[in-house]
């Protein structure tokens, strides 16, 4: 059996009630304030990423869950001797709107501090940078939403998601051209 981490290194992933997640989230941290539970449960997370897309010809940006459902909750559950703080489990089964552990029946198991420190960095860079809401693929036909080339249609012929642009072809005076576009600026045809 894996070493159990240090309390403040101790994360678990809490399935809620999907669409509930910043409600649980929230819920816990007023309760356990209320209930002078800090030195068992330090922070909870909902993953969200920032996601761009185009509404009614206007680019926009939303905050998007990309874990729906699931909530991440840095707790002390697990003593060093492996036993279980029977406050701190009651807390989290018996809040409004949780479901229970992910991946356990009767016992969680934290994350591993490598697991960890990836999903925390995931939650940082996604919130950081804006990923476009729809994705594409080599041949896809798209139309212009947005430049000089707005309404055209074209064939999307290369993909650099690092950059959220496209390579797009379409016709200009009976000519194919390659048009370089940000994925916002098309939509699907």
């Known amino acids: 059996m894996p070493a159990i981490p240090p309390a403040k290194?101790?994360?678990?992933?809490?399935?809620?009630?999907?669409g509930q997640e910043s409600k649980v989230?929230?819920?816990?941290?007023?309760?356990?304030e209320a209930e002078e539970l800090g030195d068992c449960?330090?922070?909870?997370?909902?993953?969200?990423?920032?996601?761009?897309?185009?509404?009614?010809g206007k680019k926009t940006e939303t905050k998007?869950?990309?874990f729906p459902g699931y909530i991440l909750v840095n707790m002390s559950l697990i003593t060093e001797d492996n036993q279980l703080v029977e406050k701190a489990w009651y807390f989290i089964k018996e809040m409004e709107g949780v479901i229970g552990f992910a991946g356990t029946k009767d016992r969680?198991?934290?994350m591993r501090p490598r697991e960890v420190e990836g999903m925390l960095a995931q939650i940082r860079e996604r919130e950081e940078n804006v990923r476009p809401a729809i994705t594409f693929e080599v041949?896809?036909?798209?139309?212009?939403?947005?430049?000089p080339f707005q309404s055209q249609t074209g064939i999307?012929?290369?993909i650099d998601p690092e950059r959220g642009k496209l390579r797009v072809s379409v016709t200009i005076f009976g000519r194919s051209t390659p048009v370089e576009l940000e994925y916002w600026q098309v939509e699907r045809a």
Not at 9 to 18: G, K, N, R
Not at 41 to 56: G, H, K, W
Not at 139 to 147: E, F, I, L, S
Request: proline letters at 6%.
């Open 41 to 56: 449960v330090f922070d909870a997370l909902v993953p969200t990423e920032m996601v761009s897309e185009i509404r009614r």
């Open 25 to 32: 989230r929230e819920r816990i941290l007023r309760q356990a």
């Open 64 to 66: 998007r869950k990309f």
């Open 139 to 147: 041949g896809d036909t798209v139309k212009v939403a947005d430049g």
């Open 108 to 110: 969680p198991i934290p």
């Open 156 to 158: 999307v012929e290369e």
């Open 9 to 18: 290194d101790q994360w678990y992933v809490v399935h809620v009630l999907s």
